[in-house]
């Protein structure tokens, strides 16, 4: 079973940065695959990006490219998501997602089996 706590989110104002991380624990972080999601308010879970298990690509929902950097750490266990540049509308709920396909991108919620408890991000002047 694999555990995913989240850290990181806050309040933050229009064009600041904030950076979010999510800690792995049970099985080996190496092994699997990783995503963020968001939810914000009033509407649905959506795609924010996810990594391979090599770090060496990760991939964007095609809003938030050049914005926000997703990375991982398989040494930490850890994933983080840096969003730069934040808006209003980035306002959401932010959760770390995990799946056993290392190999493989996957944008959808239902390819992942194992989620974190998420973390409130909310942009604001």
């Known amino acids: 079973q694999v555990q995913l706590v989240e850290s990181g989110g806050g309040l933050v104002q229009p064009g600041g940065s904030l950076r979010l991380s999510c800690a792995a624990s049970?099985?080996?972080?190496?092994?699997?695959?990783m995503a963020w999601f968001r939810r914000a308010p009033g509407k649905e879970r959506e795609f924010v990006a996810a990594?391979?298990?090599?770090?060496?690509?990760?991939y964007y929902a095609d809003s938030l490219k050049g914005r926000f950097t997703m990375s991982r750490d398989n040494a930490k266990n850890t994933v983080y998501l840096q969003m730069n540049s934040l808006k209003p509308e980035d306002t959401a709920v932010y959760y770390c997602?995990?799946?056993?396909?290392?190999?493989?991108?996957?944008?959808?919620?239902?390819?992942?089996?194992?989620w974190g408890q998420g973390t409130q991000v909310t942009v604001s002047s």
């Open positions: 049970g099985g080996t972080f190496s092994s699997y695959g």
């Open positions: 997602a995990a799946n056993s396909f290392p190999g493989m991108v996957f944008t959808t919620e239902s390819r992942y089996e194992w």
């Open positions: 990594i391979r298990r090599s770090g060496l690509n990760a």
